[in-house]
């Protein structure tokens, strides 16, 4: 079976959780892997594109918000998911996303999704996304996006972002963000957020969270 691609752009990769607090677009919110690993989301202005950030501030995902089928062109990338079309440059980097064109500064990093800017400070950190700052503490991990600050516990791991509580269980697994209980199940991964349950194929991967089934292509 090939194991899809898919993995970088939709919910399988990261689920995101947001309270109350954290709704709005342009906003940082926790984002938990499969696995019960907390990163960190900012969503693009107008857009369903999420960048998706370590505490220490680099890009490792993106997430494109949308339903339906997802197809492939000729050289194996994901050319559309859903209604969303993605264009490729020769080098293989995202050219754009849906309307949204993506440019890249010289060292290969996403400089612009759209008309948001993202900027990088001299330890080649992510320093600003649209407007927003991003700040670091004295281990170098982020503190604050924005208003919205990242706080961590004694195992240096997230527990809160803004108002937003972030818990863990005996095995350093997330089991609440913000008052939303995940369980998991004997592989270690996650088998249920609040009453959304999440099912996997016999590979190990997602193909139902709540009433949405993901398939694979061969």
Known sequence: MKNTVLL?????VFFSIASNHIRAQNNVSPFISPYGVIKLGFK?????????????????????????FISYDFKEHIDK???????YKLNGQIDKSGTE???????????????????????NRVDNIGGHAISYDFNSQI????????NYNFNDQICQVGETRITYNFNNRVNNIGGHAISYNFNGQIDQID????????DGRINQVGETRITYNF
Not at 8 to 12: D, V
Not at 143 to 150: A, L, V
Not at 195 to 201: A, V
């Open 44 to 68: 693009i202005e107008k857009s369903t594109f999420y960048i998706c950030v370590s505490k220490k501030g680099e890009i490792i995902g993106y997430s494109i918000y949308s339903t339906g």
């Open 143 to 150: 503190d604050q996006i924005d208003t919205e600050s990242i």
């Open 101 to 123: 064109p993506i440019n890249y500064d010289f060292d290969g990093r996403i400089s612009q999704i759209g008309e948001t800017r993202i900027t990088y400070d001299f330890n």
């Open 195 to 202: 009453t959304e349950l999440i099912k996997y194929d016999f």
């Open 8 to 12: 970088s752009f939709l919910l399988t």
């Open 81 to 87: 998911i859903g209604t969303v079309r993605l264009l």
